[in-house]
């Protein structure tokens, strides 16, 4: 592919030094991208937060402030089915 900068309106193509340092860019950016999917797919998997705060206050309310309660649970679940990455 080849890239372009927009110079006072003019169209000047990358050298190939550019191309290379826009390559490794582009791959830290994408490392760094897929390194952080388990974020995205968690945040589309919680509950929403008034959700999570209705069963916290369930769980307090029931005494279960604890890994026995359910918002635990759930969040533990996310969590266990998206793991962080070593």
């Excluded at 994408?30 to 008034?50: G, H, I």
Aim: charged share 40%; net charge negative; proline share 3%.
């Amino acid at each position: 592919m080849t890239r372009y900068h927009n110079i006072n309106g003019n169209r000047v193509k990358f050298t190939a030094e550019e191309e290379t340092a826009r390559d490794l860019e582009e791959a830290e950016w994408k490392k760094e991208y897929d390194a952080t999917q388990y974020k995205r797919d968690r945040s589309t998997q919680f509950p929403e937060l008034k959700e999570q705060l209705d069963l916290l206050f369930h769980d307090m309310t029931a005494g279960k402030g604890t890994k026995d309660g359910e918002w635990y649970k759930v969040v533990a679940k996310v969590k266990s089915d998206n793991p962080k990455p070593e």
